[in-house]
């Protein structure tokens, strides 16, 4: 379907893109039109009109009457943004009609991506935020800063692989996850980039991925620095070659690998087959500059995947929960976030949970790993509107159920 040559799912996208770029050139433009939308008692009819009407001139295919940027009020351009944030994700239909575009404007690029829900978090109605008014979509930057000397190359790609097992999820109306552990005092052999209980884990990894798909389990994520990658590809070669039920998307743990002639702590995102959905660097390392210092590379990309049940990206430990790099995530506006986790505790990264949970409704999704030389406990926990905890060791795994929402917003 086009209007006059132009394909108009990617003219509203475009315009909203330009309506949220316009706001953010000048900062008393978005308070201006919110004093107005507040004191609007007919607003959300008129926006029901209003949406009415668009969808009626795409239904005839006519063309779109945006309104003019200047000398148009910024109340009259909030309630446009509106409109068009709901009218573009109802007429895409889903992901797979609405794949990110990158788009630049104002001297930026910006991934737009469409939600596959109504963004509802604590925070979405506040004042002088545009993501009160902006729900159904997402604007991902296309580089994000974490600090003045640091900046992150960002990818937002499709699922490759596995999306109808993602939909079945959709369908049924609530996603179930799990996290495991090991908790066998293995200790980590820095030199040999292998841990002693390597061939049980990845048994024992296999049999949880296994039970769990069998309880219709729908996410897997297991711990930082538990899985090796010769541990890690005999999980993946058995997922490839089982015949039973499949979980729809899995996170077999990390571990320090050599890639492109560097050592990097690396986790990948898989679907149920062991397919490769992405590949993760950790940013940051952990420890003290004047101590213990992690001694990898770092990445200097993040991958973001669309898949039916939401954007998805994975956050290795201190990633999630550093008071720099964490800061990443609130710019990418994950729906979930995959975090394999090890050391002494996890209360740091609760509260990193619990802030970017208020802000944009992520869900965070944590495994950890207590780290045998401190006597730390696992800490695992899932994080929703509240955190839920529970610790598991593959090849048992603790289980969460996450209702999505039941109306045509998971369409």
Request: aromatic fraction near 6%; charged fraction near 25%.
């Amino acid at each position: 379907m086009s209007i006059d040559g132009a394909d108009p799912l990617r003219a509203l996208r475009e315009r909203i893109v330009e309506l949220v770029v316009w706001f953010g050139e000048d900062r008393r433009r978005l308070p201006e039109a919110q004093a107005a939308w507040r004191q609007d008692q007919l607003w959300d009819r008129r926006l029901d009109e209003e949406e009415a009407r668009w969808e009626l001139l795409l239904d005839e295919q006519r063309p779109l009457p945006f309104a003019p940027l200047t000398g148009t009020r910024p109340e009259r351009l909030l309630l446009e943004l509106e409109c068009l944030d709901r009218v573009a994700w109802l007429f895409a239909g889903n992901a797979r009609m609405a794949p990110a575009e990158l788009l630049s404007r104002g001297g930026r690029e910006h991934y737009i991506v469409r939600l596959a829900r109504e963004r509802t978090p604590h925070a979405a109605r506040q004042a002088g935020l545009i993501v009160t008014h902006l729900r159904y979509h997402a604007l991902i930057p296309a580089r994000v800063d974490c600090d003045p000397g640091r900046s992150y190359r960002v990818r937002v790609e499709a699922m490759r692989h596995g999306a109808p097992r993602c939909e079945q999820a959709l369908a049924r109306g609530h996603v179930t996850v799990a996290t495991t552990s090991f908790g066998d005092d293995a200790p980590i052999d820095w030199n040999g980039l292998t841990v002693p209980t390597a061939d049980e884990r990845a048994r024992k990894l296999t049999k949880a991925i296994a039970d769990a798909a069998a309880r219709g389990v729908d996410v897997l994520v297991a711990p930082e620095l538990t899985v090796p990658p010769s541990a890690r590809a005999a999980v993946l070669h058995s997922l490839r070659w089982s015949s039973g039920p499949q979980l729809a998307l899995i996170v077999p743990g990390s571990f320090h690998e050599h890639e492109d002639g560097e050592l990097f702590n690396r986790a990948l995102l898989v679907d149920g087959k062991g397919n490769e959905l992405a590949t993760y660097r950790k940013l940051t390392k952990f420890g003290k500059f004047e101590g213990w210092l992690e001694s990898i590379a770092v990445g200097d990309e993040i991958t973001v995947i669309i898949t039916p049940i939401g954007t998805v990206a994975v956050a290795i430990c201190k990633d999630f929960c550093d008071d720099y790099v964490g800061r990443v995530w609130d710019q990418i506006q994950p729906e979930w976030l995959l975090v394999p986790a090890y050391g002494k505790g996890a209360s740091a990264h609760e509260t990193a949970a619990r802030r970017i949970g208020r802000m944009l409704g992520t869900i965070t999704i944590l495994a950890h790993e207590g780290d045998r030389s401190l006597e730390a406990p696992q800490n695992s926990f899932v994080h929703v509107t509240e955190l839920l905890k529970g610790n598991s060791q593959a090849p048992e795994f603790t289980e969460y159920r996450i209702q999505m929402l039941d109306d045509s917003q998971s369409s």
